[in-house]
């Protein structure tokens, strides 16, 4: 499960003076197309995160390392759909209800035991649901299909319907039968099959671990008394769950003032971690001070700045093993660049078969203006009319106003080179 922990040493931005950059931002470099961008993510992606072997039990959620095979028929015998009677279908193939059959009734089997009589032409048993059919019965009637004659025998008012109500041996799996790939992640229907198989555990992926820092002099924790200027930390809390949705262990390594030497210090204590995540101070003002620190820290970067809206300042890193995420301090931008490009980088660690939000294409229901130049994604509400989905662009787009990411289960990509959206266009979503 991930953990929650807040460093001991937040600091209080109410009682420290803001420091500002000591350098000025390189704002004249090219923005990074975003399928570029995303392919130097995943290629500085070079190693899985260990496996470990869990109880099936313990699976549900995880990241299988290992294909997983059938070992036995399932089921492992010829056995009843249902309650009734098992019979050779030549006996019964006559049988109605103005002329019933009826035959001697042998044995009782019941789910979990396994009957020693041979059926005989004339001759039937009684079966629960589940239990293996006896040697020589190749049919089940059901119960309603019957009724008790006298004192050992059974009349039979209906001929065996199509399936017999039999369930072959191996009509479900046969041994060898691969039941799921390395990469899969398990559900609880996978549980129930790999449980049939008789697997009793398997090898998934450790989860990834992931530090989260929030950084601006604005920032104190919910529930504090807010002071002039001042607002809650969102993003820690939001990244938090969005990385634990993930399936990483994560931790909130604290809040830091924009004050270098602070940032400094937090960087400098946690380096045991696969990924670490900044929110804040990415940007080009006075104050935004993360960049640079990140350079002061030993973080080699690798790109600075996307091309897409929102989340253009987004910053890539690499120190040591650790990969570095610093992200926008608008909370829509940040949650953004982490489904765009850490969600993707998280599933490769993870040894996922596919790398980031699931995609498709969808009807556009409404119409919007835009400025061109950058790539959008557009927090939108998707909605079935007839056979088709219909993309409901919502009204309020800004970054920093998150209430409406609440209600968009898609974001709507929008091509750089567009001016306009119309009602009736086939636009690509990501499904959230």
């Not at 600091?11 to 950059?21: E, F, N």
């Not at 660690?349 to 498709?360: D, I, N, R």
């Not at 106003?401 to 091509?415: H, K, N, Q, R, T």
């Given at each position: 499960?991930?953990t ?5 040493g937040?600091?209080?931005a109410s ?8 350098t ?21 992606v ?10 099936i ?10 294909d ?41 089997i ?19 649901t ?71 555990d ?22 504090t ?8 930390d969102?993003n ?33 204590s ?6 670490l ?6 940007s ?6 993360v ?46 660049n ?20 699931e995609?498709?294409y ?8 835009f ?28 970054s ?9 289960d ?18 690509k979503?990501?499904?959230?």
């Amino acid at each position: 499960m991930p953990t929650f922990s807040l460093d001991d040493g937040f600091h209080d931005a109410s009682r420290t003076v803001p420091g500002k950059r000591m350098t000025p931002p390189e704002v004249d470099r090219p923005l990074l197309a975003y399928e570029t961008a995303l392919g130097i993510c995943l290629s500085a992606v070079d190693r899985c995160v260990p496996e470990e072997t869990v109880d099936i039990a313990k699976s549900l959620g995880r990241v299988l390392r290992q294909d997983v095979t059938s070992g036995i028929a399932v089921p492992p015998f010829d056995k009843s759909a249902m309650d009734g009677y098992a019979v050779k279908q030549d006996d019964v193939k006559s049988a109605s209800e103005k002329k019933p059959v009826v035959l001697k009734v042998v044995d009782e089997i019941p789910a979990g035991t396994v009957s020693d009589v041979v059926l005989r032409s004339g001759e039937a048993a009684r079966i629960m649901t589940g239990a293996p059919l006896p040697v020589g019965a190749d049919a089940v009637i059901r119960l309603e299909k019957t009724e008790s004659a006298q004192a050992g025998l059974v009349q039979v008012y209906g001929k065996v319907d199509e399936n017999n109500y039999v369930i072959y041996k191996g009509q479900d799996l046969l041994p060898g039968t691969r039941v799921a790939s390395a990469g899969t992640i398990v559900e609880p229907a996978l549980m129930g099959i790999m449980a049939n198989c008789g697997v009793c555990d398997v090898k998934v992926s450790c989860p990834p671990s992931v530090g989260i820092i929030s950084t601006g002099s604005e920032l104190v924790p919910p529930g504090t008394r807010l002071q002039g200027g001042q607002i809650y930390d969102v993003n820690s809390y939001l990244l938090y769950g969005l990385c634990a949705m993930a399936g990483c262990d994560v931790s909130i390594l604290g809040r830091v003032v924009d004050k270098s030497c602070d940032l400094l210090s937090l960087l400098n204590s946690h380096s045991d971690v696969d990924l670490l995540l900044l929110s804040g101070g990415m940007s080009v003002g006075d104050y935004d001070i993360v960049h640079e620190t990140l350079k002061r820290a030993g973080v080699e970067e690798i790109f600075w700045r996307v091309r897409i809206k929102p989340g253009k300042p987004l910053f890539f890193g690499r120190r040591g093993s650790a990969l570095v995420f610093g992200l926008p301090g608008n909370p829509v931008s940040s949650a953004t660049n982490f489904y765009l490009f850490v969600l993707p980088v998280i599933d490769k660690l993870l040894g996922k078969s596919s790398w980031g939000l699931e995609t498709g294409y969808a009807v556009l229901g409404n119409s919007m203006l835009f400025r061109p130049g950058r790539r959008k994604f557009l927090r939108a509400k998707l909605r079935r009319d007839g056979a088709s989905h219909v993309a409901w662009v919502l009204n309020e787009q800004r970054s920093g106003v998150l209430s409406p990411m609440v209600d968009a289960d898609i974001l709507v990509e929008v091509p750089e080179d567009a001016r306009m959206v119309k009602d009736g266009d086939v636009v690509k979503v990501y499904y959230l």
